[in-house]
Structure formats: structure tokens, C-alpha cells
């Protein structure tokens, strides 16, 4: 039988080529336990994700001065909405507040919801807000505090719309691109 | 001794009360304070939109199987076609009272289980003009439901109607101040209407010069060569669902002073 003689070069060589293998496997094990265990997940479209109708009025909700009109339209027969808003937001991370200008006025003939809504995430849901009101301050939650740092964010007000008599929700909403600041 | 001591100590009290006295005449400094607050450059812009919505109940019918007529000996229609009920339109309306243009489009989505059934809209996309020179702008569109309806549906909620409400995309501001908007007639006629919606009276190309943008419907064009009565010129659609295409246009009429129109921002498909 012949013998094979592999010079002390060609150990060494091996030797390395094993070694790259080795450190490759272990690297590609890394990455595969992290993007099954570790990795966050991109966040769902939660855009359409609707609340339930049966809200609670919204706390923070005053009423719009000097707003007298009376809707006249008939409930039954669609819908009649006035939005009447502000596209710039402003959001104080260490008051854990958010400031906007949003008013549902007296000629409505709808109750809102208000969502802001950035990058896919719910910011804040405001309860319901019933014509003749509006809204200046809404309080955060502590994990969408955590989400944000300072900056500037495209975000959007999504409104939905529920019938005042029956608290049935409406199949036209509104989207409204706005633009948050975030400061500490 | 007793005297003396007396003495001091009324000296004292004296001296004291003068102290006091003295502390109450004179001069006394207090700060004044006062603050400059700065104003806005620009009126800042408030957002205000009606938007008014038809009752959005739909009826889908299934073929029905002919009807025998024994007089004529003949099967006849039953008399409603499969499909969407023939009046099943409905209308949104948005009037614009805000101090700047908005543009809205309008989508749909369908509910789990209910793809089969499409929203139409007359157009996907409407321009609202600024109410700032006093008359508030309307737009109205229309919205009616094709495809199928799956069997058993009962007045089932089938999807959701999005109007998205946005600051209007640049438009050149001298476009925007003069040019409201164009409605097209059949003959490719181009009526132009001022701000305050007189109908304009364009005697010439300068009137109505190269480069301008106008909004018609969902589509943003731009006029390009020059654009004389009777002539033959290009608008190019810039935005919309035929970028890039080129709509010749061969005639041009000239209006008269008797055509004008106050407060009419309804658009209209040609």
C-alpha cells in the first residue's frame, strides 16, 4: 500500500482551513440564535386596528368656545363631519405628553377617535369625542414614551367616526399626515 | 445717675426713630421688567374640512332563474340582472374651509372574507382649493361598489372607505393664486376661472403662459409650448395615473363676458 506524506506545509494549511471553517460555523450558529430568539420583529400594519365603539368619553376633551351650530343632517343618512385641526404635533417626553390641535365642532353630527399614529404604532387613542369639543393635551403611556427619543417624526392622525345614537361605528375614517416634534 | 441714664437711652430712641423716619424718604430703586414677544411671520394655517357622506349601503342581487310566460309561451327575465342594484352610488362631499389647497384621496379595504366586492371612485384623488379669498371650495366624488358579494352576505359591514386629508403637493404659487382650477369640455376646451370664479376672458397666450400648472380632476398637468387661441398645444400630465403622457389639444375658444360663474369649484367628469 502506498503511503501519502503530507509535508509539514500542507498540515498547516489544513490545520487553518479548519480552523476559518470552525469560526465560520460558530458565527452562522450566532446569527441563527439571535434572529430566532433575540431579534425584535417588524411591527404589523395596526393601522386597522379599530376600537371599540363603546369608549368612554374622552377625559381631556374641553368644550370649543362660542360653538353654538346645530348639525342638521340626518344621522340616518350617512355622515356629516367638521374637522378642524393642526398638522403639527408636539410631544414632551418628560411630561409624557402629547400637544395638538384637534376640534370635532357642534356641526358634526358624529362622535371621533383619534389615533396618532407613527411608524405603525399607535402613539395615543383618544376615548370618544363628542361634538362641541375639542382636544389640546393628551397624556402618553410609558411604553410609547419609551418608543420615541427626540426628533422629528412623520406621523398621522387617524379618526374614526361612530354614529351618536347607536355607537355604530362608520365606514369612512380619515388619515391626516402630520408632522410630530419630540423634546425631553 | 438715673437722669443721665435717661438721657442716653432717649438720645438713643431718638436716633433710631430718625433712622426709621429717614428709611421712608428718599430714593428707592425697583426693577422694571418687560418682555418682547415676537409674532408670526406667517398666519399660520389652520386646517378645517367638512366631509359629508351618503348613506354607504350596498345591494348585491343574484341571477335569478327566467319566469315562464304562458301567454307568449316563452321563459322572460325575472327582471333584475345579476350584479350591483343599478342606483347603488353614493356621494362624499368635502368642502374646504381651511386658509390653504388640500388634497384628498380616497382608497378602500375590504373586510376578511369579503375581497370579491371593489369600491369605485370616480376619482382617487380631489384638489380643494384655499378658502382664503372668502368662499369656501367643494369637491365631491362618488363612490360605487363592483365585483361580487359572497352568498349569505346580510348586511354585513364589508369594508372601510379611507379619505386621506393632506397639505396639497407644490403646485406653482402663481398657478395656485390665478388659476383655480380647468374644466374640460368636450371639445377640449379649457375654461379658466380666477380665484374669485369669473370665468377669464384669454385673448392671448400671455394670458395663459408656458409652464403653468393646473389641476383637472386627479391629475396634475403642466402646459408646455406656446398657447394662443387656435393653435395647437401640449399639456403634459404630470401627476396622476398617465405620467408623463401628452394630451394634444387643437382649439381653443375664447370666452365671453357673459360666461362667468361665481362660487362654482364642483368638478365634474367630462
Request: hydrophobic share 35%; with cysteine; proline share 4%.
Amino acid at each position: 500500500m502506498k503511503q501519502h506524506h503530507h509535508p509539514k506545509q500542507e498540515r498547516h494549511f489544513y490545520r487553518g482551513l479548519l480552523l476559518i471553517l470552525i469560526l465560520f460555523a460558530v458565527a452562522s450558529s450566532a446569527v441563527a440564535v439571535w434572529a430566532v430568539f433575540f431579534r425584535e420583529p417588524e411591527p404589523e400594519e395596526v393601522v386597522a386596528i379599530r376600537p371599540d365603539y363603546e369608549l368612554d368619553v374622552e377625559e381631556n376633551a374641553k368644550p370649543i368656545p362660542n360653538d353654538n351650530f346645530v348639525a342638521t343632517k340626518d344621522p340616518k343618512k350617512g355622515g356629516f363631519v367638521t374637522l378642524t385641526y393642526s398638522d403639527q404635533v408636539s410631544i414632551d417626553l418628560s411630561e409624557k405628553t402629547a400637544s395638538l390641535v384637534f376640534a370635532n365642532p357642534q356641526r358634526s353630527n358624529q362622535d371621533m377617535v383619534l389615533q396618532i399614529v407613527i411608524q405603525n404604532h399607535i402613539i395615543t387613542q383618544t376615548g370618544r369625542l363628542v361634538p362641541g369639543n375639542q382636544i389640546a393635551t393628551l397624556p402618553l403611556e410609558e411604553d410609547s414614551v419609551a418608543k420615541l427619543t427626540t426628533g422629528k417624526y412623520e406621523g398621522k392622525f387617524v379618526v374614526f367616526y361612530y354614529n351618536q345614537e347607536t355607537g355604530e361605528q362608520a365606514t369612512v375614517n380619515t388619515e391626516i399626515p402630520i408632522m410630530v416634534v419630540v423634546k425631553n | 445717675m438715673k437722669k443721665r441714664t435717661m438721657a442716653l437711652l432717649l438720645a438713643m430712641v431718638m436716633l433710631l426713630s430718625t433712622s426709621v423716619f429717614a428709611a421712608g424718604l428718599g430714593d428707592h430703586t425697583g426693577e422694571v421688567t418687560a418682555t418682547y414677544v415676537e409674532g408670526n411671520d406667517e398666519s399660520p394655517i389652520v386646517y378645517s374640512v367638512d366631509i359629508t357622506w351618503d348613506e354607504l349601503d350596498f345591494t348585491y342581487y343574484e341571477a335569478s332563474a327566467p319566469v315562464w310566460d304562458p301567454v307568449n309561451h316563452q321563459y322572460v327575465s325575472s327582471g333584475q340582472a345579476e350584479g350591483w342594484a343599478e342606483n347603488d352610488v353614493a356621494e362624499i362631499e368635502l368642502i374646504n374651509h381651511s386658509n390653504t389647497d388640500i388634497l384628498a384621496t380616497y382608497s378602500y379595504a375590504a373586510n376578511a372574507g369579503y375581497e370579491s366586492a371593489e369600491m369605485t371612485f370616480a376619482s382617487t384623488q380631489t384638489y380643494i382649493g384655499s378658502a382664503e379669498n372668502g368662499y369656501q371650495k367643494t369637491a365631491t366624488n362618488t363612490v360605487s361598489p363592483s365585483g361580487t358579494l359572497p352568498e349569505g352576505t346580510d348586511n354585513a359591514v364589508i369594508g372601510y372607505i379611507t379619505i386621506q386629508i393632506a397639505a396639497c403637493p407644490d403646485v406653482d404659487p402663481q398657478m395656485a393664486n390665478d388659476w383655480v382650477n380647468a374644466q374640460q369640455t368636450s371639445l377640449h376646451d379649457f375654461e379658466y376661472y380666477n380665484e374669485n370664479y369669473d370665468v377669464l376672458l384669454v385673448e392671448s397666450a400671455d394670458e395663459v403662459p408656458s409652464g403653468k400648472r393646473y389641476v383637472l380632476e386627479d391629475e396634475l398637468y403642466e402646459l408646455s409650448g406656446e398657447f394662443t387661441a387656435f393653435n395647437t398645444y401640449t399639456a403634459v400630465i404630470l401627476s396622476g395615473m398617465d405620467d408623463g403622457a401628452e394630451l394634444n389639444y387643437n382649439y381653443y375658444r375664447t370666452l365671453t363676458a357673459a360666461e362667468s360663474f361665481k362660487n362654482n369649484n364642483i368638478y365634474t367628469k367630462p
